[in-house]
């Protein structure tokens, strides 16, 4: 059996390229999750995780996180730190304490602070523009979260067998201060297993909360059903009983692998992209959408690509 890496969204391109090179000279899983998300937190121009992330509506950048360890099921996660570089890696040295593991605001900073970790200011200029736009924009109305809220979410398996997972995420742009979505949650925003499997989930963690779909989809794995069947199946089910029970759902989208290293991914929105790589498969970008209950998915073109980060690096102005 060989690796395999997959992540939410185009953005975990470059780092997937990265992490695909250390997998292929045999390092393990949970170097590979943590390297490959570490590149999206750098990119200023990702404006949903880490340095650039967009702010609350207070103005302030509260970065959540969360890394799991498939082979002994060790969590760690930080939610709500603002002015520490990466959280992702405070996540994944939280993972090695045995209790007070899941920290936040405060807390997550002291820690982060005694345990040698960089401190930087997250807010940047792109995105205080991008704030005081939205703020002249409802002036004169109630502030309402934007709707885009990409979260990165890597799962990856080594030549060793095991398999570990991590997010990390700003959050939903102009949420309250304090407010906490899936992405910090095991069993939520991210659930790995080595028997069985590893999910991570990107969309709107309130509904994400209310199924706990990354471990649904890891138990479905355990359960017999493949990679793309768990995703399926999950997502569809937490999307129709949230429609049933209070008439909408929120974006909700899946990726995963199991201990085979095939890999699965499902959506309810229009359009989304994932980036998945193996022994035998470079790194390669997926456009997908939900057709009749089943995700159907194909490589992403130039175009497309061009488009993406056309739109994400386009000159922004105070209007």
Avoid at 109 to 122: D, I, L, P, Q, T
Avoid at 196 to 217: Q, R, V
Avoid at 223 to 236: F, L, M, R, W
Wanted: hydrophobic share 30%.
């Amino acid at each position: 059996m060989g690796w395999t890496i997959i992540g939410t969204w185009r953005m975990a391109l470059e780092g997937i390229e990265k992490s695909s090179e250390l997998l292929k000279n045999g390092r393990n899983s949970k170097d590979a999750v943590e390297t490959a998300i570490k590149m999206v937190e750098d990119f200023p121009y990702y404006k949903s995780v880490g340095y650039g992330g967009l702010p609350n509506e207070e103005g302030e950048v509260e970065l959540d996180a969360g890394f799991m360890d498939g082979d002994d099921l060790s969590i760690g996660a930080v939610a709500g730190i603002k002015d520490f570089k990466n959280p992702i890696s405070i996540a994944r040295k939280l993972s090695e304490e045995y209790t007070n593991c899941c920290l936040e605001g405060v807390g997550a900073e002291e820690y982060a602070s005694k345990n040698g970790f960089e401190r930087k200011n997250m807010l940047t200029e792109r995105a205080t523009i991008y704030y005081k736009n939205r703020l002249k924009e409802n002036a004169h109305k109630e502030l309402n979260p934007y709707k885009g809220h990409d979260t990165v979410g890597i799962v990856a398996l080594d030549s060793n067998h095991s398999i570990s997972c991590g997010t990390s995420t700003s959050g939903l742009f102009m949420k309250k201060r304090g407010r906490v979505g899936d992405s910090p949650m095991p069993g939520c925003g991210y659930y790995a297993d080595s028997e069985a499997g590893g999910a991570a989930a990107t969309g709107l963690g309130e509904d994400i909360m209310k199924g706990c779909i990354s471990y649904e989809t890891v138990r479905l794995m355990k359960e017999g059903y493949t990679p793309q069947e768990a995703a399926d199946k999950s997502v569809i089910a937490l999307n129709d009983s949230l429609k049933k029970r209070r008439k909408k759902a929120g974006d909700i989208s899946v990726i995963c692998i199991n201990n085979k290293g095939e890999f699965g991914v499902a959506t309810n929105i229009e359009e989304f992209s994932f980036v998945v790589a193996g022994e035998s498969c470079p790194p390669t970008v997926y456009v997908c959408h939900m057709e009749n209950g089943k995700t159907k998915y194909q490589p992403a073109t130039e175009k497309w690509m061009k488009k993406y980060m056309d739109e994400r690096t386009a000159p922004l102005k105070l209007e």
